[in-house]
């Protein structure tokens, strides 16, 4: 079972990310389970789901035995290869409340996890795009983390400031922390000059944070129409460019003339790693 989450500021895409990350999982035949553990329940737009009587809060749940029942995601495509357990708000602010009453509340999601193993090769948490209870849980449940980010200068401080995050829960709570997959810059719009300068920049920050930076994920408002829609880009509209941002090397890079790169590296630029066809790869070797 690996267990993947994404730390980002609110607003940068993060639900977005995971969501087609599980659908693109599903479709390589690596079963998925997606949790939220964002209470502004966004992944249940994003994903067109049902009402469910069974929510995330029941997994923190002290009387919690394991019985997740989870709600297939996007079954006509899938065929049962994804699911997810959501959110209810109310519910899971007050998780968050008894959590933070806990001395070692923040490490309950990996007990539990640990305790009442999913069958699922890969496990996607979507938490909160702050810091917080549930994303704290997130992190320290997590084998990987993402560092989902938008090319602006206060996402570059902001992820180079999650190392020292990670190193606090080290020294804190004496465990193993997971491992900085890599960045993914979402909202990436070519023509705008401070998003060029961002990915030039990021391969000297993603070698401080001894990491990788994984090809950028397109601006495009068929995302967000998607979104509203509860479907995947890959159902609504698929096909649209950004689909080929999850799966293929450098995709955003590969048609632009030199000119349009503005003198940036092609080569470096075109052979950044796909993030969805990246993890797929891990998930199998690591299941292998």
Known sequence: MTIITAFCSSGTGKTTLLSHLAYYCALQDIETVLIELDNRNSLGTCCGLPESDFSTSNIFNPKFSGNYKLLPLWEENLKGKARVCQAKREELLATEQFLSSQPLGILRLK?????????????????????????????????????????????????????????????????????????????????????????????EIADKINTQLFSPIRYSSE??????????????????????????????????????????????????????????????????
Do not use: C, W
């Open 111 to 203: 007990q539990v996890l640990q305790k009442y193993p999913l069958p699922q090769p890969l496990i996607l948490l979507d938490s909160p795009g702050q810091e917080g209870i549930m994303s704290s849980s997130a992190i320290l449940a997590s084998d990987y983390v993402i560092l989902s980010i938008e090319p602006t200068p206060k996402a570059m401080n902001d992820a180079i400031r999650f190392v020292e995050i990670l190193l606090n829960y080290e020294e804190q709570y004496g465990i193993e922390v997971p491992q900085i997959l890599g960045i993914v810059v979402g909202l990436y719009n070519h023509d705008i000059s401070m998003a060029r300068s961002i990915i030039e920049q990021l391969p």
């Open 223 to 288: 995302f967000l129409n998607s979104y509203e829609v509860g479907l995947p880009l890959n159902v609504f509209r698929p096909g649209h460019e950004g689909v080929k941002d999850f799966y293929i090397d450098g995709n955003i890079f590969k048609s632009m003339s030199q000119k349009r790169l503005r003198g940036l590296n092609r080569n470096h630029l075109e052979n950044l790693p796909a993030i969805a066809s990246y993890i797929v790869n891990l998930v199998k070797q690591e299941n292998a």
